[in-house]
């Protein structure tokens, strides 16, 4: 008789605790990061891939707060203890930080990064990546994602130099 009461009781705690405001509020935003740690080779490139002299950002933002996104051809190190992701949210300018630790060797190489951004809010953004290995004068990837207008896109550069240009 008292699991009878206790259900429905317990029911309508959860109702009242998980209101719609509530939904995807899970704390501050923070991220997790995918990589295979073995440079690509022209031969290795996909058909829906980008060509080694261009690096492609392709988003799309799942749910309600995860933004997927999929660096192709970002350029570190050949032999990279580690590759790093890092960002911050500063207004509506979303800033992603790319490096590597400890640069074993005396060559650069290209990788694809997967970028998963939990608990982001579904607004516009003005993008900039900081990759370690880019002239800044040129070809930084900055665009802007207006994530309630269109979750999914993509954005790529050309890039005319070591190591997009592949010889």
Known sequence: MKSKIIIPVVLMLLAVACKPDDIGSQGDPY???ITDMTCKEPSGVKGNQPG???SCVVYNFEGDSVLIINHYNASFNCCP???LVDFEI?????IIREDDREELCRCLCLYDVEIRV?????QLYKVRFEEPYVLKDTTQL???MDLREDPIGHVCV???YFPY???
């Open 81 to 83: 203890e580690e590759i």
């Open 31 to 33: 991220l997790t990061i």
């Open 52 to 54: 080694f002299d261009q």
């Open 118 to 122: 939990h608990n982001l809010k579904k």
């Open 142 to 144: 900055i665009f802007n």
């Open 158 to 160: 050309t890039r005319n």
């Open 90 to 94: 500063k207004g509506d300018s979303l």
């Open 165 to 167: 240009l592949w010889q």
